[in-house]
């Protein structure tokens, strides 16, 4: 069974950055692809970032320059280093695991962003 357990989240001033976490546990041979989704009060979630097995990289057109999300493969952990952060930031930031046609989702973890 596939589990995904999220850190990193919190409050910062706008400017600041963070580093999100999410560690997956179980078998994740084969993924599809690992990242990051977002969803603010009132709104819909929305696609963040995610990496693919050869390592390449897709962002959300917003967070272009100012997010970059890797991968470790030995630990199977993927990060997302949030830089300057806007308050239009702020949401629940879930991980999501695509593999053998499935998603799994994490539990999230917030990001506040304060003006």
């Known amino acids: 069974q596939v589990q995904l357990v999220e850190s990193g989240g919190g409050l910062v001033q706008t400017g600041g950055s963070l580093r999100l976490a999410c560690q997956a546990s179980?078998?994740?041979?084969?993924?599809?692809?690992m990242g990051w989704y977002r969803q603010a009060p009132g709104k819909q979630r929305e696609f963040v970032a995610n990496?693919?097995?050869?390592?390449?990289?897709n962002y959300r057109d917003y967070v272009k320059g100012r997010f970059t999300i890797s991968r470790d493969s030995a630990k199977n952990t993927v990060y997302l280093q949030m830089n300057s952060l806007k308050p239009e930031d702020t949401a629940k930031y879930y991980c999501n695991l695509y593999i053998r046609r499935t998603d799994y989702w994490g539990q999230g973890t917030q990001v506040t962003i304060s003006s």
């Open positions: 990496i693919i097995p050869s390592g390449d990289t």
């Open positions: 179980g078998d994740i041979s084969g993924f599809t692809s």
